[in-house]
């Protein structure tokens, strides 16, 4: 049988995935070679790419671009989250790259330039450039709690911060629990489709967490290398739960408008009816779609085709349609 990976190879993935389910990542800095970020870059920071992919066709999909032309990722790794952004959006003008690890700065920063020869990239010491796009990707369990605390303080003073972490119950919680604490700051861009306090935190959402999936391009699934790769490290390559949230400073006019919700991780499937997560101001619910009353809906939702944000149309309690945002599409 074909090997894809070499046992070095294996051996220096291994390691890395190890650290990050046992959650010891955090503990210090892990980059000894810049072998390893190339091996990072191409494995699982590809697949957080394809979470960030998700994430930014959702923002554009409802019309939202970052107002400011900088750019910092920190926690950088091996770049991804700065080089999705600024693949996204053209306008920006610089991107500054921070990490504990020198090693994984220098990484960033080449393969930034080379990618973005136009574009001005430096290392940062752990400042916002004025006016800045904060970009966060997966650092949220690798920091302690006095960390995390200085991660707010420097967010407070960014215009804008896109933030994507793992689809865990634990690190949406813990992204739940910034939302909430930079609240007097910001404004909530999405998933939240709403100002007020997260829904997820009353007593009886306590079991459930606010994750999305994001669909990995479908030529893995015929590229040797990748099966490889999901089979040696035992990772269902289908499968990418995210979590993210979206935060600028207030405007006059809010995000999205009023009465619009979000559904969260994907339906549960039951005899002839859906059961969706949703949230919207009013609180995070379980609603029940029949089949019989939206099929097109019922299908598209099921296949995960449908796109996130909705504004529900109702009867009797129960789902009969929606009018998805921003198309005006409707079925009832
Ligand atoms: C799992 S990696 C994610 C890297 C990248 N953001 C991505 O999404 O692929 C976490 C990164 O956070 C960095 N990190 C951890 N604690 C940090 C701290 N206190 N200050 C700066 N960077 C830190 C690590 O060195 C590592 O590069």
Known sequence: MI???NHQELTALRRMRERFLAGTAGAQDYWRLPEDLALYDGTFAERIGWKWDAVLR???ARGWQPQTRH?????CGSGVAGRRALAQWPHLESLAVHDRS????RFATEKARADFPNVHI???SSTLPPDALLVLSHVISELPARDLAALLDLARQAREVIWVEAGTHADSRRLIAV???????FSAVAPCTHQRACGMLTAKNAPHWCHHFAAPPPEIFQNARWMDFGREMGIDLRS???????LERPRATPPLPDGLAHMI?????GKGHLKVLSCQAEGVAEFILQKRDAPKLYRALRKGDAPPVHRWIFADGKITGSAEFPSSDTES
């Open 265 to 269: 991780g994907e339906p549960r499937e």
């Open 71 to 75: 750019v910092l990722d920190w926690g």
């Open 102 to 105: 020198a090693l994984a700065m």
């Open 122 to 124: 430096v290392h940062a």
């Open 58 to 60: 959702e923002l554009t």
């Open 240 to 246: 990418l739960p995210y979590s993210f949230l979206v």
């Open 3 to 5: 090997k894809y990976w």
């Open 179 to 185: 939302r909430e604490t930079l609240r007097d700051t």
